[in-house]
């Protein structure tokens, strides 16, 4: 069953959004260049615009039928909408912000109690302050707080980060991520930013110039070329779940595992002093440009991880080479053209990845 489908076709000025979509639950991460329509599906799927001709269904219940003239108002939606930054009422308190949620219930069985959402988000310590004396990141919790006690079938995000520095948006991710692992709606959040979405999610709907050019996992759509095309505008980045296995005080070093490939792999990475104990899992961040090919394993070298793969797919940008690599889970690295040649790499050829322990980036 999707949790969302839709069939919609808006004209503005010169640009046209013509889409049809189906969101499964959990995160998907909504990509595009700017221009590219993300706002506008929003809003459409919100109710915050009328589509030209179409039809929306949430849970299979029909709420937009261009044909049949439905149409339900934003308010009867029970879609939950945090925007860019944040939309709080200045004159209310955060608990008050908070319960301007719960007025939209209606009737429903909320999805969460008032208590839990203080709990799931932090707030308890921000009650009684207004949002002046909140920071960007704070703000943006007491949004999603609100929009959480609405008891939503569907939560949208609009650039949740892009008001936000970095520090503040690897502190957003993690309640991000705890929403989705509790309560099972979709969540559809848009950005621009491809690294910050898959801190969030490898599942990614990817649109330009008003279409809907691949929708699916991160590394499946990376492997056709207008849509690297695409994803390579904001930096392309490998992201990879793993598991801390143990400390290694003595030689500065925390060994990371990933069990979810078709082997067991262990990387090592600069030691993790602050966060994340034994057993935690995170997500950790590897540049395709600071990952190195081999034809075979170097022993002679300060490289601390080197990983034999195959390479399964060549893609040639101007003078660069984007190479897919199956490691055990799949790598994106980028190399020279001039390297392509010197070392004769083609699909299928057998190398080894190297990485130094400093280059996987932990994100949360
Ligand atoms: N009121 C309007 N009249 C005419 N064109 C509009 C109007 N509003 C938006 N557009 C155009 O619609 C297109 C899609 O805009 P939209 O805001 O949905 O894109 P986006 O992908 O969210 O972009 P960004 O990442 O920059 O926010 C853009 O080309 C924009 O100029």
Redesign the pocket.
């Given at each position: 069953m999707h949790a969302l489908s839709a069939k919609l076709k808006r004209t503005?000025?010169?640009?046209t959004?013509n889409v049809e979509v189906n969101f499964r639950k959990g995160i998907t991460g909504i990509y595009?260049?700017?221009?590219?329509?993300?706002?506008?599906?929003?809003?459409l799927i919100s109710g915050l615009e009328y589509p030209d001709e179409g039809n929306i269904s949430i849970a299979e219940e029909v709420i937009v039928d261009s044909q049949n003239k439905i149409w339900t108002p934003s308010r009867k939606r029970k879609i939950g909408y945090v925007f860019q930054e944040g939309r709080l009422f200045p004159h209310m308190t955060v608990r008050k912000n908070l319960l301007f949620g719960t007025i939209f219930q209606s009737k429903d069985k909320p999805l969460i109690a008032f208590d839990e959402v203080l709990h799931l988000l932090e707030l308890e310590p921000l009650v009684d302050k207004r949002p002046s004396q909140l920071s960007g990141g704070e703000k943006q919790r007491v949004a999603i707080g609100r929009a959480l006690l609405s008891a939503p079938k569907l939560l949208l995000m609009?650039?949740p980060f892009s008001s936000l520095d970095m520090a503040l948006r690897r502190q957003i991710i993690p309640y991000l991520i705890k929403i989705n692992q509790q309560l099972n709606i979709p969540m559809l959040v848009?950005s621009?930013d491809l690294p910050d979405l898959l801190s969030l999610t490898r599942e990614l709907f990817l649109?330009k110039n008003?279409s809907v050019l691949g929708h699916g996992k991160y590394m499946e759509l990376i492997e056709k070329e207008n849509m690297l095309d695409v994803m390579r505008g904001s930096g392309l980045m490998n992201v990879i779940p793993f598991v801390v296995e143990t400390h290694d005080k003595e030689n500065g070093l925390s060994i990371l595992v990933n069990k979810d490939a078709s082997q067991e792999i262990r990387v090592e990475r600069e030691l993790i002093k602050d966060c994340c104990l034994v057993g935690e899992q995170m997500n950790v961040s590897l540049r395709p440009e600071d990952i190195a090919l081999t034809l075979k394993e170097i022993s002679d070298i300060s490289i601390r991880n080197q990983l034999p793969g195959t390479i399964v797919k060549l893609i040639r940008k101007e003078n660069r080479i984007y190479c897919i690599v199956d490691v055990g889970f799949k790598l994106i690295v980028s190399i020279t053209q001039a390297s392509q040649h010197k070392m004769d790499l083609c699909e299928g050829k057998h190398i080894w990845c190297l990485f130094k322990s400093m280059a996987l980036l932990v994100n949360v």
């Open positions: 503005k000025g010169n640009f959004l595009g260049p700017s221009g590219a329509g993300k706002t506008t599906l929003l809003h609009d650039e848009v621009h649109l008003g």
